[in-house]
Structure formats: structure tokens, C-alpha cells
Nanobody
């Protein structure tokens, strides 16, 4: 059974940092990514990572502040979030798929339960 389990969300002041983790079990994937959904908004792409070569892709709004990375041995992907802003407040979802490193939501097959990130001003 495939599971994606996220952790690491919380409340932080603007300018602070958080690291999200997503542990995958049941199989390995070609691509893993992070999406987020703020209240009243669509779920949007944040970052993606190609598992084999570590290629990465970010939405412009987080480029230079967020870093996606992986740990092969733990089958885990991370999202290091620095210089957080109030507009980063959202539920963050881990996702996994078998296509290329993509920002397209429909390309991801498995999803985690989400973890809340709240950035206060």
C-alpha cells in the first residue's frame, strides 16, 4: 500500500524557516513534488524533484527561498522553506508520480494528507 506521510508544518513568524518532510512507503516514484492550497484558492504547484537525477523545478514565487531535496535511503523528500512570508500560509501537500519533473497537478498519482503552514506578520 502506497502512503505519503507529511510532517513539519507549524506556525512561524515572517522571515522564519520551516522544513517539511514527506516519507513515501510502498514504492518509489519518478517524480515527487509539493503543492499548497490557501483558503478559498486553488491548489497550486510549489516545487518538484526528479528522483533519479535530482532535477528540480520551482514556482517563481518561491524561487531562491525554498529548496526541495531527497534522501534515497529514507525514501523521503524535503521542502526547506526560508524567508517565509504571510502569503506562504497554506496547507502543503506532498505528491508523487511517474512522469517527468512537472508542475501539472494531474501528473501526480499519490497525495499526502497535507500539513498546515501558517506565517504570521
Amino acid at each position: 500500500q502506497v502512503q505519503l506521510v507529511e510532517s513539519g508544518g507549524g506556525l512561524v513568524q515572517a522571515g522564519g524557516s520551516l522544513r517539511l518532510s514527506c516519507a513515501a512507503s510502498g514504492r518509489t516514484f519518478r517524480t515527487m513534488g509539493w503543492f499548497r492550497q490557501a483558503p478559498g484558492k486553488e491548489r497550486e504547484f510549489v516545487a518538484a524533484l526528479g528522483w533519479a537525477y535530482g532535477s528540480t523545478y520551482y514556482v517563481d514565487s518561491v524561487q531562491g527561498r525554498f529548496t526541495i531535496s531527497r534522501d534515497y535511503a529514507k525514501n523521503t523528500v524535503y521542502l526547506q522553506m526560508n524567508s517565509l512570508k504571510p502569503e506562504d500560509t497554506a496547507v502543503y501537500y506532498c505528491a508523487a508520480g511517474f512522469g517527468g519533473t512537472t508542475m501539472t497537478r494531474d501528473d501526480y498519482v499519490y497525495w499526502g494528507q497535507g500539513t498546515q503552514v501558517t506565517v504570521s506578520s
